[in-house]
C-alpha cells in the first residue's frame, strides 16, 4: 500500500446510490495492531478519501458489538485482513475472518490479506501461534475450529503484503 497510486476507489468515486456504506473493513487483532499498524493504514486510506470501518471509531455506543460487526462486512466493498501474531487467539476476528470469506464468495468482496509479522505459510498451515491458539479453541469451540481453520487457510492463499518490523 505503498505506492501512489490506489486499488481503492476513494469514496466520492462511489455513487450514492451505491450497495457499499463502507470502501474498506479492516480486520485486526487490537493488541497486536490496533496503535500501530491499523491506526497508520487507517489514517492513510482515510487521507486518500477511502471510508473505512474500524471497530473503535466506528461502532455505535449502545449497539451490541457482533451483530454490528457482522452488517458493517456485509456492507463494505472491500477487507484488509491484517493477520498478526494473536490474530487466531482472537474468537472475534476468526468470527469476523469467516464472513469476510462469505462475502468474498457471495457477493465477491475483495480481501486483502496483509501479514505483519507473521509467514503466510505459518497461517496456511496454523503453525507456530497459530497452532497454539487453536489448541485452547478445540477445548470451548469445538464445532467452530473447522470452519476458523478454512477461513484462515483461505486467506493465507490470497496474495497480500507481507510486512515484517522486527
Not at 479492516?26 to 491506526?39: K, M, P, V
Not at 497461517?123 to 497452532?131: L, N, P, Y
Request: glycine share 4%; charged share 25%.
Amino acid at each position: 500500500m505503498a505506492s501512489s497510486s490506489s486499488s481503492f476507489p476513494s469514496s466520492s468515486s462511489i455513487s450514492s446510490t451505491s450497495q457499499w456504506k463502507y470502501d474498506v473493513f479492516l480486520s485486526f487483532r487490537g493488541e497486536d495492531t490496533r496503535n500501530t499498524a491499523t491506526d497508520f493504514l487507517n489514517c492513510a486510506l482515510e487521507w486518500r478519501g477511502i471510508y473505512t470501518f474500524k471497530d473503535d471509531e466506528t461502532l455505535e455506543k449502545g449497539k451490541t458489538i457482533k451483530p454490528e460487526l457482522l452488517k458493517a462486512i456485509e456492507e463494505s466493498r472491500f477487507a484488509v485482513v491484517i493477520l498478526s501474531e494473536n490474530y487466531a487467539s482472537s474468537t472475534w476476528c476468526l468470527e469476523e475472518l469467516v464472513k469476510i470469506i462469505d462475502c468474498k464468495k457471495e457477493k465477491g468482496m475483495t480481501v486483502v490479506p496483509i501479514f505483519y509479522n507473521v509467514n503466510p505459510s505459518d497461517v496456511r498451515k496454523q503453525m507456530g501461534t497459530f497452532a497454539q491458539a487453536f489448541v485452547e479453541h478445540e477445548k470451548q469451540f469445538k464445532e467452530k475450529v473447522g470452519t476458523w481453520r478454512a477461513a484462515l487457510s483461505h486467506v493465507a492463499n490470497i496474495v497480500g503484503y507481507h510486512v515484517n518490523n522486527r
